[in-house]
């Protein structure tokens, strides 16, 4: 599975942006998609997250501001970015969750990691 991150830029607070996460290679592997993202000096955070069913959780200082779909057609996931705060800028990765099998059953669990895409908010 390949990850393919774009999106990201400058905005000024209460601005919004989309960011996309396009998938190739083993895509009906694929069982969740996450995105991070990681502030200078801080660790990574998981900021959304959607499985397999749809269903989507959030940090909470992402509720009611994120929303994370998927286009199951274009293989591509959305994190749509409303109401932004200086305090989202970070650089933002998508990942994505896969479960393969071997030829003799033994699962293979993997995280796959896209480039990173920046997102900066003014104040």
């Known amino acids: 599975v390949q990850l393919q991150a774009s999106g990201g830029g400058l905005v000024e607070a209460g601005g919004s942006l989309r960011l996309s996460c396009a998938a190739t290679g083993n895509i009906a592997s694929i069982n969740a998609v996450e995105w991070y993202r990681q502030a200078p000096g801080k660790e990574r955070e998981l900021v959304a997250s959607i499985r397999d069913g749809g269903t989507t959780t959030y940090v909470d200082s992402a509720k009611g501001r994120f929303t994370l779909s998927r286009d199951i057609a274009k293989n591509t996931a959305y994190l749509q970015m409303n109401s932004l705060k200086p305090d989202d800028t970070a650089v933002y990765y998508c990942?994505?969750?896969?479960?393969?099998?071997?030829?003799?059953?033994?699962?293979?669990?993997?995280?796959?990691w896209g480039q990173g895409t920046q997102v900066t908010v003014s104040s």
């Open positions: 990942s994505a969750d896969s479960l393969s099998w071997t030829i003799d059953g033994t699962p293979i669990v993997q995280r796959h």
